[in-house]
DNA sequence: TCCCAGGTCCTAC
DNA sequence: GTAGGACCTGGG
């Protein structure tokens, strides 16, 4: 099975490493070809072709579409670019990361990631996830080699705390677990979540159940709006993104934003709600060229 | 040995 | 409300 993508616009480079999703590995140098895995396929991704691995056991004539949701083909870069405010730093990074698309990614595998991501850096987060995918995902054989689905709600929430930590998942433990119970219970439906606006949706995932932790906070609530909920309108703010706003966006603020040395949740909120008015509906698009542009620049200037 | 990593929680003012 | 510290773990 295969797609054309010649026409959608993707560089696989940009949109597969800029930290929106952590299951993709270049398969040479240049990064020309991507392989990852999705829901139960495999795909290999050019600039071109979009080509469907699927595990033996499924056949599915609905997988095109649902590939095509993955990468939000619907979305045109070009329409996005024009509702997007013209400063300079944005520009500048918008065509330095031409192509980079944001997903629409599974929002259980996406909140994981993410509460996975918490003090880690990139690829000790990816690290993380494969190992969590090695020891509680399921076999997928295709026809270029076997690999494992993301584990399932219930795998994690009936998983034993010494196997969790096996993962080097170190005191994330305790956040994994606890989302998974609120999934298999029912008490926390994420598909539902796409539904209601972005305030509302984010109110649901930053809330605590019975004083006890989500270790879902205004971040990684946000990064799964933003990369799994449909919410193109969020704007997470990690350590990266407060660098670029101290250097690019200080002047907004009457807070001094310079002397901040990390976001109370207050500060967060004030920040991200001017930002996301700045840049609009389409907030988070904003957000992923610039955080791929300052993290260049760093290591750049090093 | 110390510091940092796509943060969040807990505790004390 | 908020500053300061702890937190699994691995790498520089």
């Known amino acids: 099975l295969e797609l054309d993508a010649s026409q959608l616009h993707i560089n696989p480079s940009h949109t597969f490493s800029c930290g929106q999703a952590f299951r993709w590995h270049p398969l040479d140098q240049k990064g020309s070809k991507w392989i990852g895995v999705v829901g139960r396929n495999v795909l290999a991704v050019t600039r071109d072709t979009v080509k469907i691995y699927s595990d033996n056991s499924e056949k599915n004539n609905d997988e095109k579409e649902r590939i095509m949701d993955y990468f939000a083909f619907d979305e045109d870069l070009h329409r996005v670019f024009q509702d997007l405010p013209k400063d300079p730093y944005l520009l500048t990074a918008i065509q330095e990361f031409e192509g980079l698309r944001l997903l629409s990614q599974d929002p259980w595998e996406c909140l994981v990631s993410f509460l996975c991501s918490i003090n880690k850096n990139i690829p000790s987060i990816q690290r993380i996830i494969e190992n969590l995918c090695n ?28 196997d969790l930590l096996s993962c080097k998942v170190g005191f994330r433990s305790k956040y994994l677990r606890f989302i998974a119970k609120k999934i298999v219970s029912g008490e926390l439906d994420l598909d539902k979540l796409k539904d209601l606006s972005y305030e509302q949706a984010k109110g649901i995932l930053v809330s605590k159940i019975s004083g006890k932790t989500f270790g879902v906070g205004n971040k990684v609530a ?45 500060n967060y909120e004030i920040i991200s709600k001017d930002l996301r008015s700045y840049f609009g509906k389409h907030s988070g698009y904003a957000q992923q060229y610039l955080y791929m542009k300052t993290r260049t620049d760093a290591i750049y200037s090093r």
């Open 135 to 162: 020891r509680f995902g399921e076999r997928i054989e295709t026809d270029v080699g076997k690999y494992r689905s993301f584990p399932s709600p219930q795998s994690l929430a009936n998983s034993k705390e010494s």
């Open 222 to 266: 946000d990064c799964a709006l933003l990369f799994s909920l449909k919410k193109r309108e969020a704007f997470p703010i990690d350590v990266w993104m407060l660098r670029c706003i101290r250097s690019h966006y200080a002047k907004r603020f009457e807070i001094n934003v310079s002397a901040l040395k990390s976001l109370s949740p207050k």
